[in-house]
């Protein structure tokens, strides 16, 4: 693009006005609208610029003749508002990068902490009876709720063969273990 704006004012006739609008905006949509590296986004609107410089000393006059200097000036201070323009942009993006880092960090650390606490540690209070655990309220519940309430475990239920024999010792479950009057076959 601004390539094509200094082609453009090389081509008019020596003597012609230099149009100040069209290559303001050029050099405003360099700098502020078209997001890139520094060097890769200042280097055409310094080329640009440095163009115009030549163009207008050497070959183009100006609706105000007599005001080159102010027409350098203006190209130039744009320039200065646009560098740092960029300058800020690209510190924001890094300011902002380095936010997104360090709340993924945050994330990650927060995941860990709670897949930390859905772990069982410490000592828990359970009933030597009926085996029921006093939670953290103060109420008594069955192991297996509170074990699910505080933990990713489930339950599967089951009979083993000492309860089988002691309570069931004439089920066709304790004859399939070959389980007779308290002793094994």
């Given at each position: 693009?601004?390539?094509f704006?200094?082609?453009i004012?090389?081509l008019?006739p020596e ?6 609008r ?13 997001p890139?590296?520094?060097?890769r ?35 130039l201070?744009?320039n200065?508002?646009?560098t740092?323009?960029?300058q ?11 936010a ?8 990650i ?5 709670l ?13 030597s ?16 709720s ?7 475990a ?11 024999e ?20």
């Amino acid at each position: 693009m601004a390539g094509f704006i200094v082609v453009i004012n090389a081509l008019r006739p020596e003597g012609s006005t230099l149009p100040f609008r069209s290559p303001m905006f050029t050099l405003f949509v360099l700098y502020g609208v078209l997001p890139n590296r520094f060097w890769r986004q200042c280097t055409p609107a310094w080329f640009l610029s440095a163009a115009l410089i030549a163009l207008r000393l050497t070959w183009l006059t100006s609706i105000a003749d007599g005001d080159v200097g102010g027409d350098v000036v203006i190209i130039l201070a744009v320039n200065a508002f646009g560098t740092l323009l960029v300058q800020r942009r690209l510190a924001l993006e890094q300011d902002v990068s380095v936010a997104w880092e360090a709340e993924h960090d945050a994330r990650i650390t927060s995941d860990r902490a709670l897949a930390e606490l859905r772990t069982l540690r410490g000592i828990i209070p359970i009933c030597s009876h009926c085996k029921k655990v006093r939670s953290e309220v103060g109420d008594w519940e069955q192991i297996e709720s509170y074990v699910r309430a505080h933990s990713d475990a489930e339950f599967s239920h089951g009979i083993c063969p000492e309860c089988v024999e002691a309570h069931y010792p004439e089920s066709e479950f304790a004859k399939a273990l070959g389980l007779r009057g308290g002793e094994p076959a």
